[in-house]
């Protein structure tokens, strides 16, 4: 409930991830639920993971995405996205 609430009064647009049936794996926006293989980030900060660009198996949990800061008026960004929960795949 507390979740719910939070999000509520968050002025921010928020998406369901729901991926294609048989999506390909992205370590940014999705976890893998059998957790084998661990993201790691290069020296960069860029993201990686041994499953990137493969092919999953089936989507276990959707994923939330958040667009917006939370801000109104002129400190609005719109174009800022945080991914709230990634999805849970099997890949």
Same mark, same amino acid.
């Given at each position: 409930?507390? =979740?719910?609430?939070?999000?509520?009064?968050?002025?921010?647009?928020?998406?369901?991830?729901?991926?294609?049936?048989?999506?390909?794996?992205?370590?940014?926006t999705m976890d893998d639920v059998?957790?084998?293989?661990?993201?790691?980030?290069?020296?960069?900060?860029?993201?990686?993971n041994p499953l990137q660009g493969?092919?999953?198996?089936?989507v276990v949990f959707p994923g939330?995405?958040?667009?917006?800061?939370?801000? =109104?008026?002129?400190?609005?960004?719109?174009?800022?996205?945080?991914?709230?929960?990634?999805?849970?795949?099997?890949?």
């Amino acid at each position: 409930m507390t =979740l719910s609430l939070t999000l509520l009064s968050q002025p921010a647009r928020f998406h369901i991830l729901d991926p294609k049936p048989t999506p390909i794996f992205d370590c940014r926006t999705m976890d893998d639920v059998l957790q084998e293989h661990e993201t790691k980030y290069s020296s960069t900060g860029r993201p990686e993971n041994p499953l990137q660009g493969r092919q999953c198996s089936a989507v276990v949990f959707p994923g939330v995405e958040k667009w917006g800061n939370g801000q =109104l008026g002129a400190e609005a960004e719109w174009e800022s996205l945080i991914v709230v929960v990634k999805a849970r795949v099997l890949v």
